[in-house]
């Protein structure tokens, strides 16, 4: 894993984890450990509240979803140039 793809997944985890914050304090805590299991959850949460104001939802979603692009792109560039 290149230096620049480990960024992307680190990125990726912070702001996943402020997501989580999120979903812990709003749902509770039963839906706040389904949403640590499965991190998908948890990014399909944000996406569905990210218009509430309250939440402040609109920055953190659309970088973690950044983060996630730019994780894909980086290691299928990584992968190529190993060949």
């Known amino acids: 894993m290149n230096t620049l793809s480990a ?37 399909i949460w944000g996406w569905q509240h990210i218009k509430e104001e309250e939440l402040q939802l609109k920055t953190p979603m659309y970088v973690w979803t950044g983060a996630i692009i730019l994780g894909i792109i980086l290691n299928v560039i990584g992968q190529t140039g190993n060949m």
């Open 7 to 43: 960024i992307g997944s680190l990125i990726s985890f912070v702001v996943g984890i402020w997501v989580l914050v999120k979903l812990f304090s709003r749902e509770g805590v039963l839906k706040g450990i389904l949403g640590l299991i499965c991190m998908l959850y948890t990014y």
